[in-house]
C-alpha cells in the first residue's frame, strides 16, 4: 500500500488494519516504510507461557510476603515530606 504523509496522518487505523507493508510518501519520495506484523497462529502460545511462569514462580518463591510501597506511604503521610 502507497500512501501520502497527509493521508495516513488523517486516517491511521486505516494503516495497521491491514496487516500488509504502507509505503508513505512525500512530494513523491518515500520517506517510510512501515511493515506489517504477521498474525500469531498459537492461540494456546500465551496459555502455556503463563502456565510455565507460574510454575517458576512456585519453585522459587520464598513463601515470605511483604509490604507494598503503597501500604508504606498510605500508613505514614508524613514521611512523604
Do not use: C, N
Not at 498459537?42 to 513463601?63: K, M, N, V
Request: hydrophobic share 30%; net charge positive; glycine share 12%.
Amino acid at each position: 500500500m502507497i500512501k501520502t504523509l497527509r493521508g495516513s496522518k488523517a486516517r491511521p487505523a486505516e494503516l495497521a488494519s491491514g496487516g500488509e507493508d504502507v509505503l508513505i510518501g512525500v512530494r513523491g519520495k518515500v520517506k517510510a516504510h512501515l511493515t506489517g506484523v504477521p498474525t500469531a497462529d498459537y492461540p494456546s502460545a500465551g496459555t502455556e507461557w503463563a502456565r510455565g511462569l507460574r510454575s517458576l514462580q512456585r519453585a522459587y518463591s520464598t513463601g515470605r510476603h511483604s509490604t507494598t510501597t503503597e501500604r508504606i506511604l498510605a500508613e505514614d503521610p508524613e514521611s512523604r515530606g
